[in-house]
């Protein structure tokens, strides 16, 4: 059978679907690369499917509060009216308290994996009921005129969404055979932002977003909670996890067999039995060890970086500022949250359209344009916010704004972690940088007022500077590590480095610790 490439390696339109780099068999294009892999390992993407919607959906849902629950529950129940500056105090700290609950969800996450395994019917499981109890504070907190109980709610969603997003790239990124880790590592992103959408869209009016039916729309985590926790029994577990750190090899098998197919895997198992033999002399390394082992420094500030510039890279400015752009735009007050669907869509299917490219361009590569692209858009928005007659200038650059970080930010940086470091350091490696993610994010919760009070639109110059920095990183230190093991990642930061060859890493530890993403 002959194989020819398409005439042309860019996108294109064939019978009606939208495919890159396309190949012919018999003159017929052959199915794109996500669409033949949801064909060929069914059970996998329904692990990501039903991990991604009570995970880190989780994490993006965001929705608005109404701070007149604030101001009623006060005035009902202790005869008090609150100042404008307090009623601002205590919904900064309601807002805040999810970050707090989200660093403490990520600091358990690394020992409940270590103790649970990285399976979602025993780590995510507990860790539903987490979610259904603060749904359940949401849902109630109308009813008992109490605003102590949305903060709580939001406490455990921020308890539920840290150890989501520490545990579910741990997971799917296990299951997932090594030619798909990087489409896979996007499915992490794509339901941020889907969370993200989701809570913008139910939050009109004709859904959830009414005086009455508010409390659902806070506790529809909940639901998703319950969804994930019904189906979480019918998903097998991570067959290197079985294997390499239960000693099962049959239900290792059993496993591979349900998310890959009914074929021999005698091959894998060998392959991971091989790699048992050669950890049994290293166990899993802690936050602090991590953190002294200088044989992988360079990955421990990759990920340090490009979790800390997520935070720090202005978006929550841009969509902040959205409203006034649009409003200036022309675009009447009762349709603004209709404009503002526009900005998650834009997110979301962006995200989306990265499962086309990953595979071609790099991660590395996706991180410096999406930085890079941020960083320019940025400086020209500070310019058009302060020339009135050119709001419509402005909205095309919160648009591009928004696709620059959906490309690279948002799309590829919560999996790296997973890829950057082998089995030992992998719990550490997320602890840190989620961690760090919502510590971040919990900094600019509290200083972001303060920064749009003082400066205006030109908050956004010190997030620009977040952007240039790490682009700049990600352009010069970091290699691409597109399909590539962590020893061979760490074979490139040292060539990229202009290191010596490194006898502790290439020779000491190569024999041990030898990475499962060989075959896994």
């Not at 009623?87 to 309601?94: A, E, G, Q, R, V």
């Not at 590592?185 to 889907?194: H, T, W």
């Not at 002399?281 to 082992?293: G, T």
Request: proline share 4%; aromatic share 14%.
């Amino acid at each position: 059978m002959e194989f020819k490439p398409s005439k042309s390696h860019s996108i294109s339109i064939i019978k009606g679907k939208l495919t890159a780099e396309q190949f012919y068999i018999s003159g017929e294009p052959i199915p794109t690369v996500l669409e033949k892999s949801i064909k060929t390992y069914p059970v996998v993407f329904a692990a990501i499917f039903v991990c991604g919607i009570g995970g880190t959906f989780h994490y993006g849902y965001s929705v608005s509060f109404i701070k007149e629950l604030v101001k009623q529950t006060c005035v009902q129940r202790y005869g008090l009216s609150l100042e404008p500056w307090q009623l601002s105090l205590i919904w900064s700290f309601t807002v805040s308290i999810f970050c707090i609950g989200g660093l403490l969800g990520s600091l358990a996450a690394g020992s409940l994996a270590s103790k649970f395994g990285r399976l979602v019917k025993r780590c995510l499981l507990l860790n539903n009921f987490v979610a259904i109890l603060g749904s359940v504070l949401m849902l109630l907190s109308k009813t008992a005129m109490s605003f102590e109980m949305i903060m709580a709610g939001r406490f455990f969603f921020g308890i539920n969404s840290g150890a989501s997003l520490a545990v579910y790239p741990m997971y799917v990124m296990e299951i997932a055979p090594r030619k798909l880790k990087g489409i896979v590592g996007m499915f992490i992103g794509s339901f941020m932002s889907l969370g993200k959408f989701s809570g913008q869209l139910l939050g009109i009016s004709e859904l959830l977003g009414t005086e009455k039916l508010w409390p659902w729309l806070l506790g529809f985590i909940g639901f998703t909670g319950l969804f994930q926790l019904i189906t979480l029994f019918f998903l097998p577990e991570s067959p290197s996890f079985l294997l390499l750190d239960r000693g099962d090899q049959r239900t290792c098998e059993k496993a591979l067999k349900q998310l890959w197919g009914n074929k021999d895997y005698s091959r894998e198992i060998e392959e991971m039995l091989e790699e048992k033999a050669a950890l049994q002399s290293v166990r899993s390394y802690s936050v602090l060890e991590l953190i002294q082992n200088k044989t992988i420094r360079w990955q421990l500030i990759t990920v340090a970086v490009t979790f800390t510039s997520v935070q720090l890279c202005g978006i929550n400015a841009v969509y902040f500022y959205s409203f006034d752009v649009f409003r200036a735009a022309g675009i009447p007050e009762e349709k603004l949250r209709y404009a503002a669907l526009g900005t998650g869509l834009c997110e979301f299917s962006t995200v989306v359209f990265c499962f086309m490219i990953i595979n071609r361009t790099g991660k590395t590569a996706l991180l410096f344009r999406g930085y890079a692209g941020m960083s320019v858009t940025l400086v020209f928005l500070t310019i058009t916010f302060q020339v009135s007659w050119m709001p419509y200038c402005s909205m095309v650059l919160i648009f591009l704004c928004i696709v620059f970080f959906a490309i690279g930010p948002v799309g590829v940086t919560p999996s790296l972690p997973g890829e950057l470091f082998a089995q030992p350091f992998r719990s550490a490696a997320y602890t840190i940088s989620c961690s760090l993610n919502w510590l971040v994010l919990f900094v600019v919760g509290m200083v972001f007022p303060i920064l749009v009070e003082k400066l205006d639109y030109f908050c956004f110059l010190i997030f620009l500077f977040s952007c240039f920095i790490c682009g700049l990183y990600m352009k010069f230190n970091v290699p691409e590590i597109k399909n590539k093991t962590p020893l061979e990642i760490a074979a490139e930061f040292d060539k990229k480095h202009c290191k010596p060859k490194r006898e502790d890493v290439t020779e000491k530890y190569a024999n041990r610790i030898i990475s499962y993403e060989t075959k896994l």
